[in-house]
Protein backbone atom coordinates (compact mmCIF):
# COMPACT_ATOMS: atom_id res chain seq x y z
CA UNK A 1 0.00 0.00 0.00
CA UNK A 2 1.50 3.29 -1.11
CA UNK A 3 -0.37 6.66 0.39
CA UNK A 4 -1.50 8.86 -2.50
CA UNK A 5 0.24 12.19 -2.64
CA UNK A 6 -2.19 15.02 -1.02
CA UNK A 7 -0.09 18.32 -1.22
CA UNK A 8 -3.06 20.26 -1.33
CA UNK A 9 -5.63 18.55 0.66
CA UNK A 10 -5.67 19.91 4.38
CA UNK A 11 -4.19 17.82 6.55
CA UNK A 12 -7.54 17.32 9.08
CA UNK A 13 -7.25 13.45 8.49
CA UNK A 14 -5.04 10.70 9.66
CA UNK A 15 -5.55 8.56 6.72
CA UNK A 16 -4.49 5.32 5.75
CA UNK A 17 -2.65 4.84 2.59
CA UNK A 18 -5.25 3.45 0.18
CA UNK A 19 -7.86 5.48 -1.98
CA UNK A 20 -11.52 3.18 -3.06
CA UNK A 21 -12.43 3.62 -6.28
CA UNK A 22 -15.36 2.09 -6.50
CA UNK A 23 -17.85 -0.58 -5.19
CA UNK A 24 -20.85 -3.22 -4.87
CA UNK A 25 -22.61 -4.30 -2.03
CA UNK A 26 -20.75 -5.09 0.92
CA UNK A 27 -17.16 -5.16 -1.42
CA UNK A 28 -15.76 -2.21 -2.32
CA UNK A 29 -12.03 -1.74 -5.01
CA UNK A 30 -9.13 0.51 -4.09
CA UNK A 31 -7.13 1.97 -7.39
CA UNK A 32 -4.81 -0.65 -7.29
CA UNK A 33 -7.39 -3.43 -7.77
CA UNK A 34 -7.13 -4.84 -4.15
CA UNK A 35 -11.04 -6.08 -2.71
CA UNK A 36 -12.15 -5.19 0.69
CA UNK A 37 -15.15 -6.15 2.28
CA UNK A 38 -16.65 -2.88 4.16
CA UNK A 39 -17.27 -3.23 7.78
CA UNK A 40 -17.52 0.31 8.01
CA UNK A 41 -20.30 1.46 5.60
CA UNK A 42 -18.66 4.72 5.44
CA UNK A 43 -19.23 5.31 9.18
CA UNK A 44 -22.75 4.54 9.02
CA UNK A 45 -23.46 6.20 6.00
CA UNK A 46 -23.88 3.96 3.04
CA UNK A 47 -27.28 2.03 4.31
CA UNK A 48 -27.50 -0.10 0.91
CA UNK A 49 -23.79 -0.50 0.62
CA UNK A 50 -22.53 0.48 -2.89
CA UNK A 51 -23.69 1.35 -6.04
CA UNK A 52 -27.49 -0.05 -5.23
CA UNK A 53 -29.22 -1.45 -7.72
CA UNK A 54 -32.57 0.22 -7.32
CA UNK A 55 -31.10 3.56 -5.67
CA UNK A 56 -28.65 3.89 -8.58
CA UNK A 57 -31.00 4.44 -11.03
CA UNK A 58 -33.26 6.69 -9.04
CA UNK A 59 -30.61 8.79 -8.26
CA UNK A 60 -29.59 8.99 -11.91
CA UNK A 61 -33.98 9.69 -12.82
CA UNK A 62 -33.12 12.78 -10.47
CA UNK A 63 -29.74 14.30 -11.09
CA UNK A 64 -31.26 14.68 -15.09
CA UNK A 65 -34.55 16.18 -13.24
CA UNK A 66 -33.49 18.48 -11.13
CA UNK A 67 -30.86 18.53 -8.43
CA UNK A 68 -31.51 21.99 -6.23
CA UNK A 69 -33.95 24.53 -6.72
CA UNK A 70 -34.45 26.67 -3.38
CA UNK A 71 -36.39 26.94 -0.21
CA UNK A 72 -37.32 29.99 -1.77
CA UNK A 73 -40.16 27.54 -3.53
CA UNK A 74 -41.91 24.78 -2.34
CA UNK A 75 -39.91 21.31 -2.45
CA UNK A 76 -42.80 18.41 -3.10
CA UNK A 77 -40.04 16.04 -2.18
CA UNK A 78 -39.54 17.63 1.51
CA UNK A 79 -42.96 16.94 2.26
CA UNK A 80 -42.58 13.40 1.15
CA UNK A 81 -39.77 12.52 3.15
CA UNK A 82 -40.88 14.59 6.08
CA UNK A 83 -44.02 12.57 5.93
CA UNK A 84 -42.46 9.25 5.72
CA UNK A 85 -39.95 10.46 8.73
CA UNK A 86 -43.10 11.65 10.87
CA UNK A 87 -44.69 7.91 10.25
CA UNK A 88 -41.97 5.81 11.34
CA UNK A 89 -41.24 8.24 14.33
CA UNK A 90 -44.47 9.12 15.48
CA UNK A 91 -43.20 12.52 15.82
CA UNK A 92 -44.89 15.78 13.40
CA UNK A 93 -42.77 17.79 11.34
CA UNK A 94 -39.42 18.01 10.14
CA UNK A 95 -36.78 19.87 9.10
CA UNK A 96 -34.17 19.16 6.68
CA UNK A 97 -30.24 20.23 6.05
CA UNK A 98 -26.76 18.62 4.96
CA UNK A 99 -24.92 16.99 7.84
CA UNK A 100 -25.14 15.55 11.41
CA UNK A 101 -23.83 18.60 13.27
CA UNK A 102 -26.10 20.85 10.90
CA UNK A 103 -29.33 18.94 12.22
CA UNK A 104 -27.64 19.54 16.12
CA UNK A 105 -26.90 23.01 15.61
CA UNK A 106 -31.06 22.94 14.79
CA UNK A 107 -31.52 21.22 17.54
CA UNK A 108 -29.52 23.60 20.05
CA UNK A 109 -31.45 26.49 18.19
CA UNK A 110 -34.63 24.95 18.91
CA UNK A 111 -33.78 24.17 22.79
CA UNK A 112 -32.96 27.96 23.33
CA UNK A 113 -35.62 29.36 21.70
CA UNK A 114 -37.98 27.03 23.02
CA UNK A 115 -36.86 28.90 26.35
CA UNK A 116 -36.62 32.20 25.40
CA UNK A 117 -40.08 31.80 24.30
CA UNK A 118 -41.03 30.46 28.08
CA UNK A 119 -38.92 33.32 29.48
CA UNK A 120 -35.24 31.90 30.30
CA UNK A 121 -32.83 34.28 29.21
CA UNK A 122 -30.33 32.19 29.32
CA UNK A 123 -31.21 28.44 28.92
CA UNK A 124 -29.14 25.75 29.31
CA UNK A 125 -29.16 22.14 27.61
CA UNK A 126 -28.23 18.85 29.77
CA UNK A 127 -24.79 17.53 28.03
CA UNK A 128 -23.64 13.78 28.41
CA UNK A 129 -19.92 13.07 29.20
CA UNK A 130 -17.93 10.93 26.17
CA UNK A 131 -20.61 12.49 23.48
CA UNK A 132 -20.07 13.58 19.83
CA UNK A 133 -22.46 15.99 18.61
CA UNK A 134 -20.37 17.57 15.59
CA UNK A 135 -17.19 20.07 15.50
CA UNK A 136 -19.12 23.40 14.82
CA UNK A 137 -18.42 25.36 17.57
CA UNK A 138 -22.07 24.96 19.16
CA UNK A 139 -21.52 20.95 18.64
CA UNK A 140 -17.85 20.89 19.96
CA UNK A 141 -19.04 22.28 23.17
CA UNK A 142 -22.05 20.05 23.49
CA UNK A 143 -19.41 17.19 22.98
CA UNK A 144 -17.86 15.42 25.61
CA UNK A 145 -14.54 15.18 24.62
CA UNK A 146 -11.66 17.49 25.40
CA UNK A 147 -9.76 16.41 22.08
CA UNK A 148 -12.30 17.66 20.17
CA UNK A 149 -12.59 21.05 21.86
CA UNK A 150 -9.06 21.67 22.46
CA UNK A 151 -7.26 24.75 20.72
CA UNK A 152 -11.19 26.14 19.90
CA UNK A 153 -11.93 28.23 22.90
CA UNK A 154 -13.58 30.10 23.80
CA UNK A 155 -16.58 27.17 23.86
CA UNK A 156 -20.07 27.71 23.57
CA UNK A 157 -21.87 28.68 27.23
CA UNK A 158 -25.12 27.02 28.32
CA UNK A 159 -23.97 23.85 28.78
CA UNK A 160 -24.68 21.38 31.45
CA UNK A 161 -22.93 17.77 31.25
CA UNK A 162 -23.86 14.77 33.42
CA UNK A 163 -22.38 11.00 33.25
CA UNK A 164 -24.87 9.05 31.34
CA UNK A 165 -27.01 6.66 33.21
CA UNK A 166 -27.05 8.52 36.18
CA UNK A 167 -30.55 9.74 37.28
CA UNK A 168 -29.06 11.09 40.55
CA UNK A 169 -27.08 13.65 38.54
CA UNK A 170 -29.34 14.68 36.46
CA UNK A 171 -31.91 14.97 39.84
CA UNK A 172 -28.83 17.42 41.08
CA UNK A 173 -29.23 19.46 37.71
CA UNK A 174 -32.75 19.65 38.01
CA UNK A 175 -32.79 20.62 41.46
CA UNK A 176 -29.86 23.29 41.22
CA UNK A 177 -29.97 24.82 37.63
CA UNK A 178 -33.23 26.87 37.24
CA UNK A 179 -32.38 27.42 33.29
CA UNK A 180 -32.50 24.08 31.75
CA UNK A 181 -34.72 23.54 29.10
CA UNK A 182 -33.59 20.50 27.33
CA UNK A 183 -31.53 16.97 27.38
CA UNK A 184 -29.99 16.09 24.46
CA UNK A 185 -28.05 12.81 24.11
CA UNK A 186 -27.21 10.21 21.56
CA UNK A 187 -29.22 7.22 22.30
CA UNK A 188 -26.29 5.17 21.86
CA UNK A 189 -23.12 6.94 21.76
CA UNK A 190 -20.89 5.95 18.76
CA UNK A 191 -17.82 8.15 18.73
CA UNK A 192 -17.55 7.77 22.49
CA UNK A 193 -17.27 3.92 22.34
CA UNK A 194 -20.73 2.24 21.95
CA UNK A 195 -22.05 3.26 24.84
CA UNK A 196 -26.03 2.65 24.95
CA UNK A 197 -27.95 4.58 27.37
CA UNK A 198 -30.03 2.48 29.13
CA UNK A 199 -33.91 1.69 28.27
CA UNK A 200 -35.13 2.33 31.36
CA UNK A 201 -32.71 5.56 32.00
CA UNK A 202 -34.37 6.46 28.65
CA UNK A 203 -37.96 6.17 30.51
CA UNK A 204 -37.01 7.97 33.27
CA UNK A 205 -35.45 10.79 30.76
CA UNK A 206 -39.11 10.73 29.27
CA UNK A 207 -40.84 11.22 33.05
CA UNK A 208 -38.62 13.65 34.02
CA UNK A 209 -38.42 16.31 31.05
CA UNK A 210 -42.33 15.85 30.81
CA UNK A 211 -42.61 16.62 34.88
CA UNK A 212 -40.12 20.18 33.96
CA UNK A 213 -41.25 21.00 30.52
CA UNK A 214 -37.96 20.05 29.20
CA UNK A 215 -37.51 18.80 25.81
CA UNK A 216 -35.70 15.64 25.23
CA UNK A 217 -33.81 15.74 22.27
CA UNK A 218 -32.08 12.30 20.79
CA UNK A 219 -29.39 12.14 18.66
CA UNK A 220 -29.86 9.27 16.40
CA UNK A 221 -27.61 10.55 13.54
CA UNK A 222 -25.23 7.45 13.43
CA UNK A 223 -27.58 4.82 15.91
CA UNK A 224 -30.50 5.86 13.36
CA UNK A 225 -32.01 4.74 10.34
CA UNK A 226 -32.66 1.12 11.41
CA UNK A 227 -29.02 0.79 12.37
CA UNK A 228 -30.31 -1.45 16.05
CA UNK A 229 -33.48 -3.16 14.16
CA UNK A 230 -35.45 -0.87 14.71
CA UNK A 231 -35.80 2.28 12.53
CA UNK A 232 -34.90 4.48 15.63
CA UNK A 233 -32.21 2.99 18.60
CA UNK A 234 -34.71 4.80 21.29
CA UNK A 235 -37.41 2.73 20.26
CA UNK A 236 -36.23 0.40 21.79
CA UNK A 237 -36.96 1.87 24.91
CA UNK A 238 -41.21 3.14 24.03
CA UNK A 239 -40.52 6.16 24.20
CA UNK A 240 -40.71 9.47 21.68
CA UNK A 241 -38.30 12.23 22.05
CA UNK A 242 -39.11 16.17 21.01
CA UNK A 243 -36.11 16.39 18.95
CA UNK A 244 -34.87 14.07 16.67
CA UNK A 245 -31.40 14.74 14.97
CA UNK A 246 -30.96 12.63 11.80
CA UNK A 247 -28.20 12.58 9.17
CA UNK A 248 -24.89 9.87 8.20
CA UNK A 249 -27.84 6.87 6.92
CA UNK A 250 -30.62 8.79 5.67
CA UNK A 251 -28.87 9.31 2.04
CA UNK A 252 -27.05 6.63 1.56
CA UNK A 253 -24.30 8.49 0.81
CA UNK A 254 -25.88 11.46 -0.09
CA UNK A 255 -25.37 14.15 1.89
CA UNK A 256 -28.29 14.78 4.03
CA UNK A 257 -29.13 15.88 7.37
CA UNK A 258 -33.10 16.32 9.22
CA UNK A 259 -34.28 17.34 12.53
CA UNK A 260 -37.47 15.77 13.47
CA UNK A 261 -39.79 17.29 16.08
CA UNK A 262 -42.61 16.58 17.97
CA UNK A 263 -45.71 18.98 18.43
CA UNK A 264 -44.30 20.11 21.86
CA UNK A 265 -40.83 21.20 19.61
CA UNK A 266 -42.36 21.53 15.94
CA UNK A 267 -43.78 24.79 16.00
CA UNK A 268 -40.89 26.90 17.81
CA UNK A 269 -39.06 27.99 14.78
CA UNK A 270 -40.96 30.49 12.80
CA UNK A 271 -40.31 31.81 9.60
CA UNK A 272 -36.50 33.20 9.01
CA UNK A 273 -35.41 31.62 11.99
CA UNK A 274 -33.68 28.80 10.37
CA UNK A 275 -32.80 28.05 6.80
CA UNK A 276 -30.48 26.60 5.06
CA UNK A 277 -28.94 26.87 1.41
CA UNK A 278 -28.57 23.04 0.64
CA UNK A 279 -30.73 21.55 3.34
CA UNK A 280 -33.77 19.19 1.70
CA UNK A 281 -32.48 19.83 -1.97
CA UNK A 282 -34.20 17.42 -4.11
CA UNK A 283 -31.53 15.23 -4.88
CA UNK A 284 -30.94 14.60 -1.21
CA UNK A 285 -34.77 13.75 -0.73
CA UNK A 286 -34.89 11.39 -3.28
CA UNK A 287 -32.04 9.78 -1.58
CA UNK A 288 -34.32 9.43 1.57
CA UNK A 289 -37.25 8.15 0.42
CA UNK A 290 -35.29 5.50 -2.43
CA UNK A 291 -33.02 4.77 1.00
CA UNK A 292 -36.27 4.34 3.15
CA UNK A 293 -38.53 2.39 0.49
CA UNK A 294 -35.62 0.13 0.12
CA UNK A 295 -34.89 -0.96 3.66
CA UNK A 296 -39.33 -1.07 4.16
CA UNK A 297 -39.16 -3.55 0.99
CA UNK A 298 -36.28 -5.61 1.57
CA UNK A 299 -36.58 -5.81 5.77
CA UNK A 300 -33.58 -4.14 6.49
CA UNK A 301 -34.46 -3.95 9.65
CA UNK A 302 -35.02 -7.36 10.40
CA UNK A 303 -31.33 -7.88 8.34
CA UNK A 304 -29.51 -5.33 10.65
CA UNK A 305 -30.89 -7.10 14.34
CA UNK A 306 -30.20 -10.54 12.73
CA UNK A 307 -26.50 -10.41 11.44
CA UNK A 308 -25.83 -7.89 14.37
CA UNK A 309 -26.76 -11.02 16.48
CA UNK A 310 -24.58 -13.56 14.51
CA UNK A 311 -21.81 -11.09 14.42
CA UNK A 312 -21.79 -10.20 17.99
CA UNK A 313 -22.42 -13.82 19.12
CA UNK A 314 -19.20 -14.99 16.29
CA UNK A 315 -17.16 -12.87 18.03
CA UNK A 316 -18.61 -13.69 21.81
CA UNK A 317 -17.29 -17.12 20.63
CA UNK A 318 -13.64 -16.27 19.00
CA UNK A 319 -13.08 -13.94 22.12
CA UNK A 320 -14.03 -16.36 24.87
CA UNK A 321 -11.59 -16.46 27.45
CA UNK A 322 -9.30 -13.93 26.40
CA UNK A 323 -8.95 -11.62 28.76
CA UNK A 324 -8.08 -8.90 26.49
CA UNK A 325 -11.32 -8.01 25.38
CA UNK A 326 -13.07 -6.26 27.81
CA UNK A 327 -16.60 -6.12 26.21
CA UNK A 328 -18.82 -7.21 23.25
CA UNK A 329 -21.52 -4.23 23.02
CA UNK A 330 -23.91 -2.82 20.94
CA UNK A 331 -27.39 -3.35 19.10
CA UNK A 332 -28.13 -4.71 15.76
CA UNK A 333 -25.02 -3.36 13.04
CA UNK A 334 -23.14 -1.09 15.47
CA UNK A 335 -20.78 -2.46 18.05
CA UNK A 336 -18.16 -2.05 19.77
CA UNK A 337 -15.72 -4.66 21.12
CA UNK A 338 -13.82 -3.18 23.82
CA UNK A 339 -9.79 -3.70 24.19
CA UNK A 340 -7.83 -3.77 27.17
CA UNK A 341 -5.20 -1.12 25.13
CA UNK A 342 -5.72 1.40 22.68
CA UNK A 343 -6.11 -0.54 19.28
CA UNK A 344 -5.33 1.90 16.71
CA UNK A 345 -2.88 0.34 15.11
CA UNK A 346 -5.90 -2.78 14.07
CA UNK A 347 -7.33 -0.36 11.87
CA UNK A 348 -4.33 -0.80 9.67
CA UNK A 349 -3.72 -4.26 9.96
CA UNK A 350 -7.35 -4.81 9.01
CA UNK A 351 -6.95 -2.89 5.61
CA UNK A 352 -4.13 -4.66 4.77
CA UNK A 353 -6.23 -7.88 5.71
CA UNK A 354 -8.67 -6.77 3.18
CA UNK A 355 -11.38 -5.54 6.43
CA UNK A 356 -12.66 -1.94 6.36
CA UNK A 357 -13.03 -1.04 10.17
CA UNK A 358 -12.81 1.43 12.55
CA UNK A 359 -11.31 2.25 16.01
CA UNK A 360 -13.19 4.64 18.49
CA UNK A 361 -12.49 6.15 22.26
CA UNK A 362 -9.10 4.86 21.59
CA UNK A 363 -9.79 0.87 22.40
CA UNK A 364 -13.15 0.17 20.91
CA UNK A 365 -12.85 -1.16 17.33
CA UNK A 366 -16.21 -0.10 15.98
CA UNK A 367 -18.17 -1.90 13.25
CA UNK A 368 -21.36 -0.25 11.26
CA UNK A 369 -21.47 -2.32 8.21
CA UNK A 370 -24.10 -1.70 5.19
CA UNK A 371 -27.69 -2.49 6.57
CA UNK A 372 -27.24 -5.31 3.33
CA UNK A 373 -25.07 -7.31 4.98
CA UNK A 374 -25.52 -10.35 4.45
CA UNK A 375 -25.21 -13.51 7.11
CA UNK A 376 -21.94 -15.30 5.01
CA UNK A 377 -20.56 -11.66 4.97
CA UNK A 378 -21.06 -11.39 8.61
CA UNK A 379 -19.46 -14.59 9.20
CA UNK A 380 -16.24 -13.33 6.70
CA UNK A 381 -15.98 -10.64 8.80
CA UNK A 382 -16.10 -12.71 12.03
CA UNK A 383 -13.18 -14.60 10.42
CA UNK A 384 -10.84 -11.62 8.99
CA UNK A 385 -11.21 -9.68 12.60
CA UNK A 386 -10.85 -12.68 15.16
CA UNK A 387 -7.64 -13.66 14.68
CA UNK A 388 -6.18 -9.91 14.04
CA UNK A 389 -7.26 -8.78 16.92
CA UNK A 390 -6.10 -12.48 18.92
CA UNK A 391 -2.52 -12.12 17.51
CA UNK A 392 -2.55 -7.94 18.47
CA UNK A 393 -3.82 -9.08 22.07
CA UNK A 394 -0.99 -11.51 21.89
CA UNK A 395 1.90 -9.19 21.56
CA UNK A 396 3.26 -7.64 24.89
CA UNK A 397 1.41 -4.27 25.77
CA UNK A 398 2.96 -0.95 25.18
C1 LIG B 1 -23.96 11.00 17.03
C2 LIG B 1 -23.36 11.95 16.04
N1 LIG B 1 -23.85 13.19 15.97
C3 LIG B 1 -23.35 14.07 15.08
C4 LIG B 1 -22.33 13.75 14.24
C5 LIG B 1 -21.79 14.76 13.27
O1 LIG B 1 -22.21 14.45 11.98
P1 LIG B 1 -21.49 15.11 10.72
O2 LIG B 1 -20.11 14.56 10.65
O3 LIG B 1 -22.35 14.69 9.55
O4 LIG B 1 -21.50 16.58 10.93
C6 LIG B 1 -21.79 12.46 14.29
C7 LIG B 1 -20.67 12.08 13.41
O5 LIG B 1 -19.97 11.13 13.63
C8 LIG B 1 -22.33 11.54 15.21
O6 LIG B 1 -21.85 10.29 15.32
Redesign the pocket.
Known amino acids: MTAPAEPHVMKTYGRLPIALSHGRGCRVWDTDGREYLDALGG??VNTLGHAHPRLVPALQEQIGRLIHSSNYYHVPLQEQLAAKLCELSGLSNAFFCS??????EAAIKIARKFGHDKGVEHPEIVVYEAA????SIA?LSATGNTKVQAGFGPLVEGFVRVPLNDLAALDEVRRTRPNVVAVFL?TI???GGINASRWEYLQDLRRVCNDQDWLLML?E???GIGRTGKWFAHQWAGIQPDVM?L??GLGSGVPI?AVVCGPKAAGVFGPGNHGSTFGGNPLAMRAGIETLTIMEADGLLANAAEVGALLKAGFEREFSGIAGVKEIRGAGLMIGIELDRPCGELLGRACEAGLLISVTAESVIRLLPPLIVTAEEGAQIVALLAPLVRQFLASPKP
Open positions: IATGLEANFHGRTEQGEDVQCPAKG
